[in-house]
């Protein structure tokens, strides 16, 4: 079946440490995008790409860090920049770029402070 | 800033009874979604209304458009305890690259 894959399912971050949330597709789709989710909030776009080796800030950017080396791949890098790390991160996918596309999604990383 | 905003925050109804939501934005779209989300999931796109349509339906599902309001609403009908989730609308920013989420309606199906 296709979808988006997303690991861990829970990560926990320890003081000034880098983590790493995988997001996978096996879609064949062109865009993909990394959305914050605080509790009881909406979503909040932290980084887009609309094509392989391309990426662009979204309106939270600051602290994360992505790459796109590959179609199907769209690894997030929270920082330690970040100091406000705890959230639930969602990646998404889309057939092509643009707003009228619908976004699939998948299920989610909960990552937490130790 | 948010684009959408979901109206209301929450809703309890019983279940086979109707639910409707609404969401409002600001700027001018060309089209506008609603996705659902069970809770700890990702979302769950529903359906999409182009600024040319008025109304759309998908099963029990139906979606209206006003774009001189700059509203839209959500109606589920006879409503089944599976439908307990958040939903959400989504519309473009200006220049039509990307979605913004509205912070969602937290709808309660009771048995």
């Known amino acids: 079946d296709g979808g988006i894959t997303q690991s861990p399912k829970y990560l926990f971050r320890k003081e000034g440490q880098n983590v790493t949330l995988s997001c996978e597709q096996n879609?064949?789709?062109?865009?993909m995008y990394w959305y914050r989710q605080d509790p009881g909030q909406g979503l909040r776009l932290i980084y887009y790409?609309?094509?392989?080796?391309?990426?662009q800030k979204g309106d939270i950017a600051e602290g994360y860090s992505v790459s796109r080396e590959k179609k199907e791949s769209f690894p997030l890098t929270v920082t330690s920049a970040q100091k406000n790390p705890t959230a639930f991160y969602l990646c998404?996918?889309?057939?092509?770029?643009?707003?009228?596309?619908?976004?699939?999604f998948g299920d989610g990383t909960r990552l937490s402070i130790l | 800033s948010q684009q959408g905003e979901e109206d209301p925050q929450a809703l309890s109804i019983q279940e086979g009874e109707n639910a409707t939501m609404n969401c409002s934005y600001k700027?001018?779209?060309?089209?506008l979604q609603w996705y659902r989300q069970n809770s700890g999931r990702g979302l769950v796109h529903l359906i999409l209304?182009?600024?040319?349509?008025r109304e759309k339906h998908s099963g029990r599902l139906r979606v209206t458009l006003d774009t001189s309001k700059k509203s839209s609403s959500l109606l589920i009908t006879a409503s089944r305890a599976a439908d307990t989730a958040s939903y959400f609308c989504?519309?473009?920013?200006?220049?039509?690259?990307?979605?913004?989420f509205g912070t969602g309606t937290r709808l309660t199906i009771i048995p």
């Open positions: 790409s609309q094509i392989v080796n391309d990426f």
């Open positions: 989504a519309s473009p920013n200006f220049g039509n690259e990307k979605l913004t």
């Open positions: 700027t001018s779209i060309n089209n």
């Open positions: 209304i182009r600024s040319n349509e």
């Open positions: 998404a996918s889309s057939l092509f770029r643009g707003s009228n596309q619908p976004q699939h």
């Open positions: 879609l064949n789709h062109d865009a």
